[in-house]
């Protein structure tokens, strides 16, 4: 996550740090935390480029361009 995260051109110069909360064997589950570091007021920053859907779509698409 680090590195997907990390060399994201929308999100890499925000992105601090991944960290995994919870993992589980049993239900191939985890549960990580991104850590972004954000602009004091940008207009309309939060609710679009800090939006979970955006943000797990970087994620997606990182996964797509492995393919």
């Known amino acids: ?3 997907v995260y ?4 929308a ?6 740090s991944a960290q995994v909360i919870s993992f589980s ?6 549960i990580y935390q991104l ?3 954000v602009p004091p007021s940008a207009e309309g920053f939060m609710e ?3 939006n979970p859907d955006f ?6 698409q990182n996964v797509y361009d492995e393919d």
Do not use: A, D, K, Q
């Open 11 to 16: 999100l890499g110069r925000y992105f601090r």
């Open 48 to 50: 679009n480029t800090m």
């Open 1 to 3: 996550l680090t590195e």
């Open 25 to 30: 064997n049993e239900s191939s589950s985890v």
């Open 55 to 60: 943000i797990r779509n970087v994620l997606r």
């Open 35 to 37: 850590v972004f570091s």
């Open 6 to 9: 990390s060399s994201s051109p």
